[in-house]
């Protein structure tokens, strides 16, 4: 059932799979509680939501999110959480994140960097399992990949709203 699951978007554009990814990441958020980097997290995912869109951001932004000289991103944020339940709401943030910079190098013509070797599509199948770990139904995944795969066009807004409630 999973592998179904997501096979199906492997015939979704990269930006439908990107606004997946993102939204997955946005459900996690409420999760997390350190307040400044939850809010470091949304201006991650809203960049990525804003290129699932077809907006101009550029994927050395993205991967900056990850990472970056100033010793702050999402990858480094999982080592300060005070538990478990943290740092599994964390990893569906970060693999989200590093998927969509992964799809905006490819769209760039730019092979991936080192922060992001092990990025592939398979990447969404982990990011799945993480989702799950993290708390969120196998459900409410199918429901949010369903409404991706209706999107033909859609606003960076429009990824947060992915995950509203039925």
Same mark, same amino acid.
């Given at each position: 059932?999973?592998?179904?699951?997501?096979?199906?978007?492997?015939?979704? &554009?990269?930006?439908?799979?990107?606004?997946?990814?993102?939204?997955?990441? =946005?459900?996690?958020?409420?999760?997390?509680?350190?307040?400044? !980097?939850?809010?470091?997290?949304?201006?991650?995912?809203?960049?990525?939501?804003?290129?699932?869109?077809?907006?101009?951001?550029?994927?050395?932004?993205?991967?900056? =999110?990850? +990472?970056?000289?100033? !010793?702050?991103?999402?990858?480094?944020?999982?080592?300060?959480?005070?538990? !478990?339940?943290?740092?599994?709401?964390?990893?569906?943030?970060?693999?989200?994140?590093? =998927?969509?910079?992964?799809?905006?190098?490819?769209?760039?013509?730019?092979?991936?960097?080192?922060?992001? &070797? !092990?990025?592939?599509?398979?990447?969404?199948?982990?990011?799945?399992?993480?989702?799950?770990?993290?708390?969120?139904?196998?459900?409410?995944?199918?429901?949010?990949?369903?409404?991706?795969?209706? +999107?033909?066009?859609?606003?960076?807004?429009?990824?947060?709203?992915?995950?509203?409630?039925?």
């Amino acid at each position: 059932m999973e592998t179904d699951s997501m096979a199906m978007l492997v015939n979704a &554009s990269a930006q439908q799979r990107v606004a997946f990814a993102v939204a997955i990441g =946005y459900a996690a958020l409420p999760n997390i509680g350190d307040i400044e !980097e939850v809010a470091f997290a949304r201006r991650a995912l809203d960049d990525a939501a804003r290129w699932a869109a077809g907006e101009s951001v550029e994927a050395e932004v993205l991967v900056d =999110y990850l +990472m970056n000289e100033r !010793e702050e991103g999402v990858l480094l944020f999982e080592d300060r959480c005070p538990d !478990e339940a943290c740092r599994r709401a964390w990893m569906p943030v970060q693999t989200a994140l590093a =998927y969509a910079a992964w799809q905006a190098r490819r769209a760039q013509g730019e092979l991936p960097d080192s922060m992001l &070797s !092990e990025v592939s599509e398979e990447t969404l199948a982990l990011l799945r399992q993480q989702a799950i770990d993290a708390g969120q139904s196998q459900h409410d995944l199918d429901v949010l990949r369903r409404r991706v795969e209706t +999107m033909t066009s859609f606003a960076a807004d429009d990824v947060a709203g992915l995950i509203a409630p039925n």
